[in-house]
């Protein structure tokens, strides 16, 4: 079967740096994706990782290790808009299915 | 703004309704996509269409039905839901869904509330 593990719920301050950890147990896969969702409002993407490693975009970075089906989703200098939830979501080869985990709600303290 | 519309942006039917949602987008994208989002539940992909055919039907109900009449629309039928249905539609869009990093890019979705 397919499963996709977050934390449900993360606080942190901001200006501070955050770590939101992703483990998924699928028959296969074929790149991770990792979208940010404001309350009530639709998805977006962030980044993807295919090979295992650190990818960089501004603020955020993603981390894959395929041999550990993990990843996180790093966020530095914290913003109070960076308050959201952040959904991990996985490609299963067999179809190209993208299965999406049940987000992490990331809260920000002034 | 994403590229990618939804409208209505909210419904509320009852159990012999029938309504439609429709779905545009504008990034000149090959597939097109509907999804299930419900409270403290992942979401849910309910069909893909690639190049205006359907290649994925996950296992959802007969009282949805989907239509794609050509790669910038798609539409979902409703008829005869029940209240479990109520929860937020998204469609979303992507260059295709082939190997590769093909980003989806979603709608602002449909709050369908079934009485």
């Known amino acids: 079967g397919q499963n996709i593990d977050q934390p449900t719920e993360m606080t942190a301050t901001e200006g501070a740096i955050v770590q939101i950890n992703c483990t998924y147990q699928?028959?296969?896969?074929?790149?991770l994706f990792w979208y940010q969702q404001h309350a009530g409002e639709a998805p977006t993407f962030l980044s993807y990782?295919?090979?295992?490693g650190l990818e960089e975009k501004g603020r955020f970075s993603s981390f894959l290790s395929r041999s550990k089906g993990y990843s996180y989703l790093l966020l530095k200098e914290l913003q109070m808009k960076d308050s959201a939830s952040y959904l991990c979501?996985?490609?299963?080869?067999?179809?190209?299915?993208?299965?999406f985990g049940k987000g992490t709600r990331l809260h920000i303290l002034p | 703004e994403t590229g990618v519309t939804q409208t209505p942006r909210h419904l509320v039917m009852g159990m012999t309704n029938k309504k439609s949602l429709k779905c545009e987008q504008h990034l000149g994208h090959n597939a097109m996509y509907w999804y299930k989002q419900s409270a403290k539940k992942p979401l849910e992909l309910m069909f893909v269409y690639n190049f205006k055919e359907q290649t994925e039907n996950n296992s959802v109900p007969s009282r949805f039905s989907p239509e794609c009449p050509n790669s910038s629309h798609l539409f979902l039928h409703l008829h005869t839901l029940q209240p479990e249905d109520s929860a937020l539609y998204l469609c979303?869009?992507?260059?295709?869904?082939?190997?590769?990093?093909?980003?989806?890019?979603f709608g602002p979705g449909t709050r369908l509330t079934v009485t």
């Open positions: 699928t028959s296969g896969f074929n790149g």
């Open positions: 979303a869009s992507s260059q295709d869904t082939g190997q590769g990093s093909y980003e989806q890019y």
């Open positions: 979501a996985v490609r299963d080869p067999r179809d190209d299915k993208i299965i």
């Open positions: 990782n295919v090979l295992d």
